[in-house]
């Protein structure tokens, strides 16, 4: 089955600084890869998806580049707020009618003000 | 629209007793999914339901842990004689599946069990 590694499990970063963060995957037919943000006391959202047929995609200050050779991507998010401190979460999955998600462990972003 | 809602929102309970926690999913969402969260570590999948097809079981812990899905809706995870290392926030999600456009799943807040 697929395995999602995601390192390190903490991030700390200065206000208006990038951060980014990175996520590994075993099985090269997974073909989608969700961003999944939790604050706290919620549950886990959609910030960003990318499908093996791109190898990057951006939303405002967020973007997620993949590359399928090494089987990693990696989530950035540039110009970073206080509001931007969460947990996220990465994920793959091969897509069809049966497939589900496997989460990597989750790194919790601080931005200091 | 009303999202993925989950009740309750805390539970706590002896070890030993059994627990039910439940979830409403979105309307018209055929595919749901349940979730472990324990503290400090990622979401650990326990079951799926799609449809009316088999549910796919293969993240249950053990055979305390089952879960149903009446009316291809309304979804029921029960822990019977709880333990604590059960403790944990169990997440609920659903999505449009299906289809292999979009795999989108919307979590609910999550039932935080707290076994004493």
């Known amino acids: 089955g697929e395995n999602v590694e995601q390192h390190p499990s903490t991030l700390s970063v200065q206000e208006g600084d990038s951060a980014v963060i990175k996520c590994t995957y075993s099985?090269?037919?997974?073909?989608?890869f969700p961003w999944y943000k939790q604050e706290l006391g919620k549950g886990p959202q959609l910030i960003i998806d990318i499908r093996s047929n791109v190898g990057e995609k951006k939303d405002q200050r967020i973007a997620v580049t993949l590359n399928k050779t090494a089987k990693h991507f990696s989530l950035h998010i540039t110009e970073t707020q206080p509001e931007d401190s969460a947990v996220y979460f990465c994920?793959?999955?091969?897509?069809?009618?049966?497939?589900?998600?496997?989460f990597g462990k989750g790194i919790t972003l601080s931005v200091r003000p | 629209g009303a999202g993925v809602s989950q009740s309750p929102s805390n539970k706590v309970t002896e070890k030993g007793k059994d627990v039910e926690l439940r979830c409403d999913p979105i309307s018209g969402h055929t595919a749901l999914y349940w979730y472990r969260q324990s503290l400090g570590q990622g979401l650990e999948f326990l079951i799926y339901f799609q449809g009316n097809s088999a549910p796919d079981k293969s993240g249950l812990p053990s055979d305390r842990f089952s879960a149903e899905r009446t009316g291809g809706s309304v979804s029921t995870l029960t822990i019977q004689r709880t333990q604590q290392e059960d403790s944990a926030v169990y997440l609920c999600?659903?999505?449009?599946?299906?289809?292999?456009?979009?795999?989108?799943?919307?979590f609910g807040p999550g039932t935080r069990l707290t076994v004493l």
């Open positions: 994920a793959a999955t091969r897509t069809g009618a049966n497939s589900k998600l496997t």
């Open positions: 099985d090269s037919a997974s073909n989608y």
């Open positions: 999600a659903s999505s449009l599946a299906g289809t292999s456009v979009n795999n989108e799943q919307f």
